[in-house]
Structures are given as C-alpha cells and as structure tokens.
C-alpha cells in the first residue's frame, strides 16, 4: 500500500496560479498546477501555452526522465522525435519515452498542453541535430484597421 503521507492532496484552481513566463522556454508560458509541491518533487504538472511565435524552436534536446507525457489541449504542435516529424493535435497525448531526441519547432497560436514529468526537477541535456527540421508555419500578423 502507499504511504499515504509521502504526498498531499491538491486542488488547483485556474484563478489560483496564473500563467507565467521563466520556464524552460522563453517563447512558452507556464502555469504551475501545484502536483510538485504536493507530490514532494516526485512529479511536476503544469500547462504549458504559445507566447511568441515559432523562430527556432527548442533545439535538438532531451530529458534526464522516468515519465513524461504531452496531452495537447489545444491548438497543435510539431515535432521531432528521432527523425519522425509528429503533428501532435488537440486530443493528442504522447509519451515521450526516458532519452529520446526530439525538437519542438512548431505551432499554432493557441497551442496549449499539459505536460506531466518524473521527477519534477527532471534535467534538459542539449544533444547534436539528428536531422534537418522543416521551417516553422508563420503566424497570422494582425491587420492595421483602414
């Protein structure tokens, strides 16, 4: 049976945490969902959205890893996993297994996703460029009023 006190219950509600920048990404906003303190960094879940368009991307890269899944709320993204290109769309959920090279280096204005990772202090280790990656999808630019 599990130690009911190696973990907290936690309820986050969307007015609780707002979304933030300083996360991994420049270019992405974070919303803590309050999981890492309750699990004791066991586990970290936050909501991860499009803040600026895409220009380069994440870089080739992975994660230092037991657990990680992407489920796609909305919007779309692409990457790269290995040498596959993936649409992830709304709906979507990956699972990225422990060590795999991949390359975020696309997406949709209202992309949204919720990420969940093990451990929640997990490490990002730059790795070479497996392979070429497609340009970015520009974004839509707003149009001046006449």
Same mark, same amino acid.
């Given at each position: 049976?599990?130690? *009911?006190?190696?973990? $907290?219950? +936690?309820?986050?509600? *969307?007015? &609780?945490?707002?979304?933030? +920048?300083?996360?991994?990404?420049?270019?992405? @906003?974070?919303?803590? @969902?309050?999981?890492?303190?309750?699990?004791?960094?066991?586990?970290?879940?936050? @909501?991860?959205?499009?803040?600026?368009?895409?220009?380069?991307?994440?870089?080739?890269?992975?994660?230092?890893? &037991?657990?990680?899944?992407?489920?796609?709320?909305?919007?779309?993204?692409?990457?790269?996993?290995?040498?596959?290109?993936?649409?992830? $769309?709304?709906?979507?959920?990956?699972?990225?297994?422990?060590?795999?090279?991949?390359? @975020?280096?696309?997406? =949709? *204005? &209202?992309?949204?996703?919720?990420?969940?990772? +093990? %451990?929640?202090?997990?490490?990002?280790?730059?790795?070479?460029?497996?392979?070429?990656? %497609? *340009?970015?999808?520009?974004? %839509?630019?707003?149009?001046? =009023?006449?």
């Amino acid at each position: 049976m599990l130690d *009911p006190s190696a973990t $907290q219950f +936690s309820h986050v509600k *969307p007015e &609780d945490t707002a979304f933030v +920048s300083g996360g991994l990404r420049d270019f992405f @906003l974070y919303r803590d @969902l309050g999981v890492a303190a309750a699990t004791h960094g066991k586990v970290i879940a936050h @909501l991860v959205k499009a803040n600026m368009a895409p220009e380069t991307g994440t870089g080739w890269h992975r994660h230092e890893a &037991d657990f990680q899944i992407v489920i796609m709320l909305k919007g779309w993204a692409r990457f790269m996993y290995e040498d596959q290109a993936t649409l992830v $769309q709304a709906g979507d959920v990956v699972h990225q297994r422990p060590g795999i090279r991949h390359y @975020l280096f696309d997406y =949709s *204005p &209202d992309m949204e996703y919720l990420e969940i990772v +093990s %451990p929640a202090d997990f490490k990002t280790v730059d790795v070479p460029p497996v392979c070429a990656i %497609p *340009p970015p999808t520009p974004w %839509p630019t707003a149009r001046a =009023s006449d």
